[in-house]
Every structure is written in structure tokens, then in C-alpha cells.
């Protein structure tokens, strides 16, 4: 009997106003923004056939990059089993999953979220040739299975500027569910790129979901949910009159604010390395002598993306090869752009 094939390649994304807390399960402390990336992205497939149920919650084989990978088994295992009730027919299929990510695993650059919301997508279409979902739903249905698997996942299901978790001045918007961003942006933003400045490649020494759960009890996390929603209030002007500088500087404050908090979880922590801090310094130097508007922000990682519209591309560029690259683990950096989206790989 020959499989079913489903396939799709979802990208990474990086956030503006960052995730950071959740209320319960898989909901968000606070809503989040972010520009979904291109370049950065997973690419999985899965082949899948039904079979005769025998009280097994599912059967699956996982592969990265052509190789099984029983690592990866834990973190597949907790997405089937908080989406069982959505995938009804899990029981009765057995699936093959195939994955490969354009950038190192585990190296700061959301590879949950481009992975979880690729599976997701790939359960999604399942689930629409199963008819556990109609084509108007898949999106939403995509981005529900993502946040199920991780929470920054739920974002990487619509291109462009995407928020998730409800926020008092976006319509529409929800902590089930992603939604595109639906207010108006200037034009610039359309053209941002992102450098992914890899400082650290590997593993963290402590989670995000980890991290996530110290906001539980932590000293400053009311007035940090309180700040994330007045955050999200101004990134709405920002993105609608293009002034740069104060979008940049708000940008490079939820990064420093969302490492500032693992530092003052207890235990505190801290993911960015002397490296991190030399870019930093660089990327603010330069801005002020240059007049280039580049900015920071960072992930849960030591890695460093740096945020600039295409009309700074150049310039960028030659301060990345010449004063940043020194700084990178074998000097490795990725330029990518916004305004990609997830792709469906098979007919
Ligand atoms: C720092 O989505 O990886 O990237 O829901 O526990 O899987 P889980 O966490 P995850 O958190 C990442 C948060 C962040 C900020 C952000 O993307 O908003």
C-alpha cells in the first residue's frame, strides 16, 4: 500500500514584543509581535497511512535530516499528546516524519517555532484530507497545533507582522491563536531585513519553556505584563507612522527587559555571552556615528538578530563582514528578510 505524503516548509520568526510568561498550559502572560522570517526555516514531510487502531495514542518514526533522531521523540510526544483531541484520528494512522532546519538546531533562532508550526501544518493537511477541518479553518486550526507544540510556533503560520494573545487594541485578536497583524504599516517595514548574528551554537543550558515557568512567583513579572501590553500600545504607532528610532529603541528594550527577567528569575540565569554584549555595543556605536538605523533584538539565546530596512542593507552588510563577524562562533552570520510565510511543499 503505498503512504500519503503531506509536506510544508515553515520559517522562523523574531519577536518585537517578546513571549515571555504564560497564564496556564499554553496560554500567554501577554500578547507578542513579530516579523516572520524567510531564509530561517524547517522543512518537514510526512508520509502516513491508516491503520488498524491498537490502543496506542499514535505511531511515528521522526528523521532529521535523513537520520532518525530518538532526541526529538519527547518534544513530538508532549505535541501529540496536547493536540489529541484535535487530531481525533491520531490513533489510527502511522506516519513517518522527515525534518531538516536551514540553520543549526537549538541555536537561539526559534527552531521551535518554524518546526513545531511545520508539523503542524503538515497534521493540519492531514486532518483536512481526514476532514477534522475545512480549508476557511486551516490557518487558525494550523496556528492553534502550533501553539500547543510552542507558543512562538503559533505566530510562524501567517507571513508579515503577526500577533498572538489578546490585546485590548488589536481586533480580533486571541490567546488561542495567532492572527496577521491588522492595522496599518508603513511601507519601510515590508522592506526589513534581519541578520542572525550566531554568537552560540548548540544547546541552551535552560530551556524556554524552563524560563517561562520561572515568571511564575518572579518578583517583577506583574509589571512586566503590565509593561508587554503598553508595549504593544505603542509598537502600534510605531508601525503606523514609520519613525524608526522609537521603534528601534523599543525593540532593544524588550530584548534587554526579556534577559533582564531570566537574570532576575530565581534561580536567575543568563543566555548571553560576552560576545552578545561586545555586538551590542558595536550595533549602538555604529548607529549613533553612521546614522544607520540597525537595531537589536534577541531571542532566548545568545544569538543576536539585527533589524534594518533594505536601504541600509549595504551599509549593514560591510559592518557585519569587517567589526560583528570576529564575534560570531566560526564567523558564521545569516541575512534573512521579512514578509516570508509558511510554503505547502506537495500538490
Ligand atoms: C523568547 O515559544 O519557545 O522567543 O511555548 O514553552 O515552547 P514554549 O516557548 P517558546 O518561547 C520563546 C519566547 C521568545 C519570545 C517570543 O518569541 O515571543
Not at 105 to 120: E, N, P, Q, V
Request: proline share 5%; aromatic share 10%.
Amino acid at each position: 500500500m503505498s503512504m500519503n505524503k503531506v509536506s510544508w516548509q515553515s520559517p522562523s520568526n523574531i519577536a518585537l514584543v517578546k513571549y515571555w510568561g504564560k497564564k496556564s498550559g499554553q496560554i500567554p502572560a501577554n500578547a507578542s509581535i513579530s516579523f516572520t522570517l524567510d531564509s530561517c526555516h524547517t522543512r518537514t514531510t510526512v508520509e502516513w497511512e491508516q491503520i488498524e487502531a491498537d490502543g496506542a495514542p499514535f505511531h511515528f518514526e521522526i528523521f532529521v535530516d535523513g537520520e532518525e533522531a530518538p532526541d526529538f521523540r519527547p518534544k513530538i510526544e508532549t505535541f501529540f499528546q496536547r493536540t489529541a483531541e484535535l487530531l481525533p484520528f491520531l490513533p489510527s494512522v502511522r506516519m513517518r516524519i522527515d525534518t531538516s532546519n536551514s540553520f543549526p538546531h537549538s541555536s537561539g533562532i526559534a527552531s521551535s517555532a518554524s518546526g513545531l508550526s511545520a508539523l503542524s501544518l503538515c497534521m493540519g493537511d492531514i486532518a483536512l484530507q481526514m476532514g477534522a477541518v475545512d480549508e476557511e479553518g486551516f490557518e487558525r486550526f494550523c496556528s492553534i497545533l502550533s501553539r500547543l507544540g510552542s507558543g512562538s510556533a503559533s505566530r510562524s503560520v501567517y507571513g508579515g507582522l503577526v500577533v498572538w494573545g489578546q490585546h485590548k487594541d488589536i481586533p480580533g485578536s486571541n490567546d488561542s491563536f495567532a492572527i496577521p497583524y491588522p492595522h496599518h504599516v508603513e511601507h519601510v517595514f515590508s522592506t526589513y531585513r534581519d541578520t542572525v548574528l550566531l554568537v552560540e551554537v548548540g544547546q541552551k543550558s535552560v530551556s524556554s519553556t524552563k524560563g517561562h515557568g520561572l515568571m511564575n512567583g518572579h518578583a517583577f513579572a506583574e509589571a512586566r505584563f503590565k509593561q508587554a501590553e503598553e508595549n504593544m500600545s505603542e509598537m502600534i504607532q510605531h508601525l503606523q507612522t514609520g519613525d524608526l528610532h522609537h521603534f528601534g529603541e523599543l525593540v532593544e528594550a524588550e530584548a534587554l527587559t526579556l534577559h533582564a527577567m531570566m537574570m532576575t528569575s530565581r534561580p536567575g540565569y543568563m543566555l548571553f555571552r560576552p560576545n552578545t554584549i561586545e555586538i551590542l555595543e558595536k550595533v549602538r556605536t555604529f548607529r549613533t556615528e553612521e546614522k544607520v538605523p540597525v537595531h537589536f533584538t534577541l531571542d532566548a539565546g545568545a544569538n543576536v538578530h539585527l533589524l534594518y530596512p533594505a536601504s541600509a542593507e549595504q551599509k549593514v552588510h560591510t559592518f557585519v563582514e569587517q567589526e560583528l563577524k570576529q564575534y560570531c562562533k566560526d564567523g558564521r552570520y545569516i541575512h534573512d528578510s521579512v514578509g516570508g510565510g509558511p510554503k505547502r511543499l506537495t500538490e
